[in-house]
């Protein structure tokens, strides 16, 4: 079977078809990524729609709140289930409290849409390092999140936010890097060079959806992420009294990989604009950084 999308709509514009969970019924029954605590109930309701009565494991890319905050509640509908995460991020999904701080400062008020973070028995846990399931093969990507991991099964790749933001508007395909505050580039770009080494596969993103094959993906990724660059490089240069404003304004207006942002609902542009702006920060501290420090931070 091929893995199924599940949209987890949010109580907020522009978030009907942002945040998803993917479900594959292989050898084991699986769920990558379950989304934030406050529509936890959207996903159950959806795999109770598809039959699904058991879930062998979670595959979680990583823990930010919007790929892993539902976690405790989604294993009380599916208390069979093991959790696969990063060996570090186990101790922030057992005690959530540094992870909710950061959550807020990072997000602001959409953290509270989101909804709280519970904590998670350690003993549903398993450490990448230490899961071995036939047929899956884990990748460590950090560059979005230290922790971030993605997941080859069965011929599909689940790459969560490690090659960026896939979306589709008017028919058009919009790609977004995710390189929020703290960003570095190397990181980012081996992780993309260890998924490109590996099968060419279709590719599936938490943000949203199916993209054909992995290896065109991927590298479209790394080209954007080199444009992006030479775009927030120029603009940091020209000491703009508003530099990450003039950054966005032209990556809207010179990114190929964005154009579809112009057909996108009024909504979803909002979503996107702070979701850029975000990103833009992170990547331009990274840039800064970089000009203050090279030996520490040039790859």
């Known amino acids: 079977m091929d893995p199924i ?3 987890i709509k949010q109580d907020k514009p522009g978030f009907d078809r942002f945040i998803g969970s993917w479900l594959y019924q292989g050898r084991h029954p699986i769920v990558v990524d379950v989304g934030p605590s406050r529509s936890i ?5 959806r795999l109770s729609e598809l039959d699904v009565k058991r879930v062998d494991f979670v595959l979680l890319t990583h823990i930010h709140i919007d790929h892993a905050g539902g976690l405790a509640e989604f294993l009380k ?7 696969i995460c990063h060996a570090k991020a186990i101790r922030h999904l057992v005690d959530p409290a540094k992870l909710r701080l950061g959550t807020q400062k990072s997000l602001g008020e959409l953290a509270f849409t989101y909804g709280p973070i519970s904590p998670v028995n350690k003993e549903t846990l398993i450490p990448h390092t230490e899961a071995h399931i036939p047929d899956l093969e884990i990748v460590e990507t950090p560059g979005h999140a230290p922790h971030h991991l993605s997941y ?15 979306l589709t508007a008017g028919g058009l395909e919009y790609l977004r890097p995710a390189t929020p505050p703290t960003f570095f580039l190397k990181e980012f770009v081996e992780s993309l060079e260890r998924l490109l080494i590996q099968e ?3 590719i599936f993103y938490g943000h949203f959806g ?8 991927l590298k479209r990724a790394k080209d954007q992420l080199f444009f992006w660059e030479k775009i927030i490089s120029e603009e940091l240069s020209t000491g703009h009294e508003n530099p990450v404003e003039q950054c966005m304004k032209r990556l809207l207006r010179e990114d190929f990989e964005m154009k579809a ?3 996108m609902t009024p909504e979803d542009q909002a979503r996107e604009r702070f ?3 975000n990103s833009v920060k992170g990547y331009a501290g990274y840039l800064q950084a970089l000009s203050s420090d090279p030996l520490e931070h040039r790859p």
């Open 41 to 45: 109930n959207i996903l159950v309701r």
């Open 261 to 263: 942002f112009e057909m």
């Open 210 to 217: 199916k993209a054909g094959m992995s290896r065109p993906m």
């Open 152 to 166: 080859f099964y069965e011929g599909n790749l689940f790459v969560g936010e490690a090659a960026g933001v896939y």
């Open 275 to 277: 979701f850029l702006k």
């Open 5 to 7: 999308l599940i949209p």
């Open 77 to 83: 509908a599916f208390p069979m289930a093991r959790v």
């Open 200 to 202: 060419n596969s279709p």
